[in-house]
Nanobody, 110 residues
Framework: HVQLVESGGGSVQAGGSLRLSCAAS????????MGWFRQAPGKEREGVAT???????SFADSVKGRSTISKDNAKTTVYLQMNSLRSEDTALYYC?????WGQGTQVTVS
């Protein structure tokens, strides 16, 4: 199993920004596709963004244009920058290197 540790969540007003971080091993960040999912209360878990080993990225339509995903191989960290946050972005955000998951970090937008 790969250990994934998220951080950076919090409470923010609508229109604000947050940067989530996911710490993993150097091998994992450098060589694997990694992603962010989220789960809001009463809703199914949904994909938010992914970043491949070569740095190519993909985004859910719900966050496209408002979010970026990046990685720092040296710091063995994957980042999710979210801007123009909306109330519907409120969720528990998980970092993934499937099939492994982090413990999640809460984002609350009011």
């Amino acid at each position: 199993h790969v250990q994934l540790v998220e951080s950076g969540g919090g409470s923010v007003q609508a229109g604000g920004s947050l940067r989530l971080s996911c710490a993993a091993s150097e091998y994992t960040v450098r060589n694997n596709r990694m992603g962010w999912f989220r789960q809001a209360p009463g809703k199914e878990r949904e994909g938010v963004a992914t970043i491949a080993a070569d740095g190519s990225t993909s985004f859910a339509d719900s966050v496209k244009g408002r979010s970026t995903i990046s990685k720092d191989n040296a710091k063995t960290t994957v980042y999710l920058q979210m801007n123009s946050l909306r109330s519907e972005d409120t969720a528990l955000y998980y970092c993934t290197n499937l099939p492994d998951w982090g413990q999640g970090t809460q984002v609350t937008v009011s």
